[in-house]
C-alpha cells in the first residue's frame, strides 16, 4: 500500500551536480525518518544522509559539505542535493523511510521502505 518513488539522477562530470526526489504514495500518516542510501557495484549498500522528523540529520563523512538532505513532512517527500560530485559518488542511489504510518481501511500499520533505486553516474 506504499511505495516510495524516485526521480533525478543521471549523467554529470566532476564538480557537477544533481538533485534526487523521493515521495511516499499511499495512505500515509507520517513517516519517522527519510534518507538516502547507495550502492556501488560491488560494494555493500552505505548510507549517504538521513533525516528524522522534526529531528536530527545525518550524514556520511564522504558527503559533508556538498550534500544536502531535505525534507517536505507534507508531502512525505526526501529531497538530496549532490553538489561537488566525484566519480566515487558513482552508484545506485536508493530513497529509504523508516517508521512509516499508514491507513488501510480501518487498520493502522507501520513499516519501513525502499525505493526502486536511480542510477547516479559521475564522470567527464
Known amino acids: 500500500q506504499v511505495q516510495l518513488v524516485e526521480s533525478g539522477g543521471g549523467l554529470v562530470q566532476p564538480g557537477g551536480s544533481l538533485s534526487l526526489a523521493c515521495a511516499a504514495s499511499?495512505?500515509?500518516?507520517?513517516?519517522?525518518?527519510m534518507g538516502w542510501y547507495r550502492q556501488a557495484p560491488g560494494k555493500q549498500r552505505e548510507l549517504v544522509a538521513t533525516?528524522?522528523?522534526?529531528?536530527?540529520?545525518n550524514y556520511a563523512d564522504s558527503v559533508k559539505g556538498r550534500f544536502t538532505i531535505s525534507r517536505d513532512n507534507a508531502k512525505h517527500a526526501v529531497y538530496l542535493q549532490m553538489n561537488m560530485l566525484k566519480p566515487e559518488d558513482t552508484a545506485v542511489y536508493y530513497c529509504?523511510?523508516?517508521?512509516?504510518?499508514?491507513?488501510?481501511?480501518?487498520?493502522?500499520?507501520?513499516?519501513?521502505?525502499w525505493g526502486q533505486g536511480t542510477q547516479v553516474t559521475v564522470s567527464s
Open positions: 533525516r528524522i522528523i522534526g529531528g536530527s540529520i
Open positions: 529509504n523511510a523508516e517508521g512509516v504510518q499508514f491507513r488501510s481501511g480501518t487498520l493502522w500499520y507501520t513499516g519501513d521502505y
Open positions: 499511499g495512505s500515509v500518516v507520517s513517516i519517522r525518518t
